[in-house]
């Protein structure tokens, strides 16, 4: 027999991210999933809950969504780039985004990053932080807005 379940999660309104204790993303009823993302330190904030990587934990309050070139970027990195464990870090000057691959970034790809990133790009990188070459991390800087637009 086939069931149909419907369970929650809670998905930053920012970065995508799926709140997650280490073993579990969903729950069988809203509470507990929005128990377990309060648990592991992510803001709910105007009807909106963002990771900890995307609020600055001094002022309580998130960091500008991404718009325009980091926003492409942003889909550039998650959905076209081979690779895992993507993250994004932030201050209130840039965006940082790191990516492990297998593989360097092709220059086709290290060349469309450029481009549409344009004057906000400053730095990319793609290091292996190993003696062995067995991974790699890609790390893009880009600066920041300066409005907060949440």
Not at 45 to 72: A, S, V
Not at 84 to 113: C, G, V, W
Request: include cysteine; charged fraction near 30%.
């Amino acid at each position: 027999m086939i069931v149909t379940e419907i369970f929650f999660g809670v998905k930053c309104n920012r970065c995508g991210d799926v709140c997650s204790d280490g073993e579990h993303e969903y729950w069988s009823d809203e509470d507990n999933a929005l128990e377990n993302a309060i648990n592991s330190d992510w803001l709910g904030y105007k009807k909106k809950h963002y990771c900890g990587n995307c609020y600055d934990w001094i002022t309580n309050e998130p960091f500008p969504h991404f718009t325009g070139e980091i926003l492409e970027v942003k889909k550039i990195i998650e959905k076209m780039l081979p690779g895992y464990d993507f993250k994004t870090r932030d201050d209130a000057e840039k965006t940082i985004f790191l990516k492990k691959m297998q593989q360097p970034i092709s220059k086709i790809y290290r060349n469309l990053i450029a481009e549409i990133a344009g004057e906000k790009l400053i730095n990319m990188d793609c290091i292996s932080p190993t003696k062995h070459f067995i991974n790699y991390e890609l790390r893009i800087e880009l600066s920041n807005p300066k409005k907060n637009d949440n």
